[in-house]
């Protein structure tokens, strides 16, 4: 793989751009390995302390992996991406307002797909989570982690990648907005408790529009919880930094 010289004074964002462009267009395929330090240097017409921060930048990303002592094309795991995409929207402001506006146009459409084409091995971890969730069901943190899961599995059962990878960032807010729900609301952890039994026992009888209505009546309830709590419909979610949502 060969790569063009860059602009004779570049730092190394340019660096990063230029070996990015090559993963994004396909040209450097997962798997491949890049060249050395040096030879990279010599291609990109910059020293190798540049290279050495424009790589350290996509091993930071999720695009570069070492083996040894080889750095090599990777994909980005969901979690970087989600991670990455919650911290942008909170930087947004986003408002909690929009988010669930988004959950009820494709959480009904993730369970309507679920339940045309969950995967056996999905529908065990589905089941395995509501066992939990019954379980813990007093243990506030335990509860917004499952139902967090819950709703990434659902998305998972779509084969979807698209509803996959948008479901995880919103989760992520999403977590901050109900860590102090269920001390707010505690009736509200029975009603997720039971949305999430029908939901799954729609999408295994592979009832695609009983698994849309009940995700549907779930999300809608999740709004009117969240209000009679006391929380601000409109107000902005905020995430930490770490990923862990505040």
């Known amino acids: 793989m060969l790569f063009d010289a860059i602009d004779s004074a570049p730092n190394y964002r340019r660096v990063t751009i230029a070996i990015e462009e090559q993963i994004v267009s396909g040209r450097m395929k997962p798997g491949d390995a890049l060249p050395t330090e040096h030879e990279l240097a010599e291609q990109l017409g910059v020293n190798r302390s540049t290279v050495r921060e424009g790589l350290r930048a996509l091993e930071n990303s999720g695009f570069l992996r070492r083996s040894g002592k080889k750095l090599i094309v990777s994909v980005p795991e969901s979690r970087e991406i989600a991670e990455y995409t919650s911290r942008a929207m909170s930087l947004f402001s986003i408002k909690f307002s929009e988010l669930w506006e988004v959950m009820m146009a494709l959480e009904p459409v993730a369970g309507r797909y679920a339940a045309e084409r969950a995967p056996k091995e999905v ?12 379980e813990l069901l007093h243990d506030d943190a335990a509860v917004i982690r499952l ?20 479901n995880e960032p919103i989760g992520l807010l999403l977590y901050s907005s109900t860590k102090r729900l269920y001390r707010s609301a505690p009736r509200a952890r029975y009603r997720l408790l039971e949305a999430h039994r029908k939901i799954l026992e729609s999408i295994s009888r592979g009832d695609a529009g ?24 409109h107000g902005t ?3 930490a930094g770490t990923g862990a949502a505040v």
């Open 147 to 166: 139902d967090v899961e819950f709703h990434r599995l659902v998305s998972q059962a779509t084969q979807n990648r698209v509803l996959i990878l948008s």
């Open 237 to 239: 979610v905020k995430i």
């Open 123 to 134: 529908l065990k971890l589905l089941a395995e989570n509501l066992r939990q969730t019954e």
């Open 210 to 233: 009983e698994a849309e209505l009940w995700m549907r009546k779930h999300i809608e309830d999740f709004r009117r919880g969240y209000i009679l709590a006391g929380f601000d419909f």
